[in-house]
């Protein structure tokens, strides 16, 4: 009896300290999204309200529900039921970080603003939003995920892998500091500021390498009507937009493993789903130099420089 009254005492000073250290940590990270939404409406006019924040202290995560957006004149365009950061810090880049939005829904003031029938199915859907990034600080490399998904309808994915990064994102955070620091003055950058900053900025992107990237496209059910719905405000038939588009898609200079590709989700609507994988040890610079670009000169040299893939049903 007396462990199970030490065990039960241990596990609720745990459970306390917890509860304290959501608490505090709810306070600053309203505080601190208080002054990112205030950043965010100086620069843009774009007002952000929310009804509730938490914390989770062991997750390390915040959550944000029930927020309104408004344009700068004030007419509410949007609502969000809720959205999800994990590992912010606005210091330090984390190991892990993602931004999870859920439920996006455009507001009738501004559907009635748009022309009618113009993929109702997309204008009315609920959007959801999910991104990550793992970066590994010892390996200097970073992968970047993103996923949007119009529910019931389509969802879009595009992935990124990139080493090399660790200048650029200490940058990110040199740079994020500064603009913090200027927002609080009230200055803004004089012009020779901010070209010393893009030059920096260019710079340091010269040096990183990228190693691959996908995109793809899914069908999640009502993608065939939502493009009949844009096809008939154009006052064509679904086939005659398809028709159209395969023509122009005929005319380009694209590769013809991705016109085939493209040609082939165009027909069926069902997946898309495009890969490209860089040389090894490849930078941003290296591209620009004379024998990459006498590499690139055709679009099939340059799908087979890219190891390009196309995957579509």
Do not use: C
Request: hydrophobic letters at 40%; proline letters at 3%.
């Amino acid at each position: 009896m007396k462990k199970l009254l030490i065990g039960t005492a241990v596990v609720a000073a745990i459970a306390g300290g917890i509860g304290y250290a959501n608490h505090s940590l709810m306070l600053d990270a309203k505080a601190e999204l208080d002054k990112q939404l205030a950043m965010i409406n100086s620069e843009s006019g774009v007002k952000i309200d929310y009804q509730d924040v938490s914390v989770n202290v062991l997750e390390k995560s915040f959550l944000i529900e029930q927020i309104k957006l408004a344009a700068p004149d004030g007419s509410h365009f949007a609502d969000v039921k809720s959205v999800k950061v994990i590992g912010y810090d606005p210091q330090k880049i984390t190991d892990y970080a993602e931004f999870n939005l859920k439920e996006l829904v455009i507001s009738d003031s501004v559907k009635q603003q748009l022309p009618p029938g113009v993929a109702d199915e997309f204008i009315n859907s609920k959007i959801n939003l999910l991104s990550s990034m793992k970066y590994d600080e010892s390996n200097n490399h970073a992968d970047f995920k993103n996923e949007i998904q119009s529910s019931g309808v389509a969802g879009f994915k595009f992935d990124l892998s990139l080493a090399n990064v660790k200048e650029l994102f200490d940058l990110s955070v040199k740079m994020n500091e500064q603009h913090r620091a200027q927002v609080v003055s009230g200055k803004e950058q004089t012009l020779e500021q901010q070209f010393q900053q893009q030059t920096q900025l260019m710079n340091v992107i010269q040096g990183v390498k990228p190693e691959t990237v996908s995109f793809e496209i899914a069908n999640l059910g009502k993608l065939e009507l939502a493009l009949t719905q844009l096809a008939s405000a154009q006052q064509m038939e679904l086939v005659q937009l398809q028709e159209m588009i395969k023509q122009q898609l005929s005319f380009s200079p694209a590769p013809q493993v991705l016109k085939e590709g493209l040609t082939t989700f165009i027909d069926n609507l069902g997946s898309l789903n495009i890969s490209i994988a860089v040389p090894d040890n490849m930078s941003v610079a290296d591209f620009q130099k004379p024998e990459t670009l006498q590499k690139l000169a055709s679009p099939e040299e340059m799908a087979k420089f890219f190891n390009l893939t196309v995957a579509a049903k």
